[in-house]
């Protein structure tokens, strides 16, 4: 029977893991008892320090998927492929968190849960294309063809990230700027603590969960090749009694 | 402890045992709910992540898995390519 070697890659998942745990603790700690409550909005404005990071985290997917989609285009190997689909997957995960926590602070703040202003319409058209590209992958076998029309589609879904980043100055609508290039408009250094430890830990989740479904999808890689062989060899009539 | 909430000493008959308990009135709230709140929501992420920690093991022990497969299947390769 296999015994799994504690490996090099183990240790350092594991430091980042309790990296992650840990932050997130105080992060939570730190949101909810010592940040200062919004003047205007109440409460409910606590949701931006997981809001906004989540949306980060959305785009590391999202840039993830871009970039294993163009390698896997130029050379295909199952890593190239793995490391797409698991950015795919990150995003799609992430970008759900986007779009429940964004409407439940909307309808507190503009008395709405959902508005077609030019931010929530392209990231929720970024969402969908990520989704498809899961769908297709769940539903449209793993073959050369499929897995290439795939990573075109992650070429392609990577376009709309910058429109989502600059509709806000380029079409306005009602989505909050309070992060600007100028310094941003956190008016206490403890609402700016809060929003960078949220940057750290969602960096950090996102590099885990990224990792952790590469590996997933390699092994499912490496395990269909295997029966292949196995076919190949006449040894599958032995796994099937 | 106010005097009235000891025990008392002498032993109770089955008569003289509580039958209700009564809630403490004018008193402040002995655990902040924000706190106990907050520490609830924490754990969920705790857990979670430790979730995502199991999966990272299972996904070791079936690499190892693995490994072994295919050794066993390239073995089977080098037997069936012998003339």
Wanted: glycine share 8%; net charge neutral; with cysteine.
């Amino acid at each position: 029977m296999a015994r799994a070697r504690f490996r090099r890659q183990d240790a350092v998942f594991f430091v980042l893991l309790a990296l992650t745990a840990i932050t997130f603790v105080v992060e939570i700690f730190f949101i909810f008892l010592k940040t200062p409550t919004e003047a205007r909005m109440g409460i409910v404005q606590k949701v931006f320090y997981f809001h906004v990071p989540n949306a980060y985290a959305f785009y590391i997917g999202a840039v993830a998927c871009f970039f294993g989609s163009i390698a896997y285009l130029v050379r295909p190997t199952d890593a190239r492929d793995a490391f797409a689909r698991a950015g795919a997957s990150a995003s799609v995960a992430f970008g759900a968190v986007v779009l429940i926590t964004g409407p439940l602070w909307g309808a507190k703040a503009w008395g709405t849960l959902w508005t077609w202003d030019p931010r929530l319409t392209t990231m929720l058209l970024s969402f969908l294309i990520y989704l498809a590209y899961i769908v297709l992958r769940a539903f449209a076998g793993d073959g050369a063809a499929e897995r290439r029309f795939a990573a075109a589609l992650g070429v392609l879904g990577a376009a709309n990230l910058p429109i989502i980043h600059y509709s806000v100055q380029k079409w306005g609508g009602q989505h909050p700027t309070v992060i600007t290039g100028s310094g941003g408009g956190l008016q206490h250094p403890d609402m700016k603590i809060a929003l960078g430890l949220g940057f750290l830990i969602f960096t950090l989740l996102a590099v885990l969960l990224i990792w952790t479904i590469t590996r997933v999808e390699l092994g499912r890689n490496r395990l269909r090749r295997a029966e292949e062989d196995a076919i190949d060899l006449g040894l599958d009539r032995r796994t099937e009694a | 402890m106010s005097e009235e909430m000891q025990p008392s000493a002498a032993p109770q008959s089955a008569d003289g045992r509580s039958t209700t308990f009564q809630p403490v009135t004018g008193e402040a709230e002995h655990y902040s709910g924000e706190a106990l709140l907050v520490s609830a929501y924490a754990l969920i992420w705790v857990v979670l992540l430790a979730w995502v920690g199991l999966v990272w093991r299972k996904q070791g022990s079936l690499d190892a898995r693995l490994d072994d497969l295919e050794r066993e299947i390239e073995k089977a390769d080098a037997k069936s390519a012998r003339p």
